[in-house]
């Protein structure tokens, strides 16, 4: 049987970067579980999570 990953409702997420670790680990559990559809669209999100605009590119010239 597969392990579903629990996730407190009380639990906060302070900043962009703890919510993307978040989603790319259950990304990982649901690679892992099989589910490649929904690791790729989880990978996405972390990806749209972590995306600034305004911000500075980290890319260097």
Same mark, same amino acid.
């Given at each position: &049987?597969?392990?579903?990953?629990e996730i407190e409702a009380s639990a %906060?997420?302070?900043s962009p970067l &703890? @919510? /993307? !670790? %978040?989603i790319l680990? @259950?990304?990982q559990d /649901? !690679? %892992? /579980?099989g589910y490649q559809s929904a690791a790729d669209r989880l990978l996405s999100l972390a990806f749209h999570v972590l995306d600034r605009p305004g911000r500075a590119s @980290?890319? %260097?010239?």
């Amino acid at each position: &049987m597969y392990e579903i990953a629990e996730i407190e409702a009380s639990a %906060r997420v302070t900043s962009p970067l &703890m @919510l /993307a !670790d %978040r989603i790319l680990s @259950l990304a990982q559990d /649901a !690679d %892992r /579980a099989g589910y490649q559809s929904a690791a790729d669209r989880l990978l996405s999100l972390a990806f749209h999570v972590l995306d600034r605009p305004g911000r500075a590119s @980290l890319k %260097r010239n």
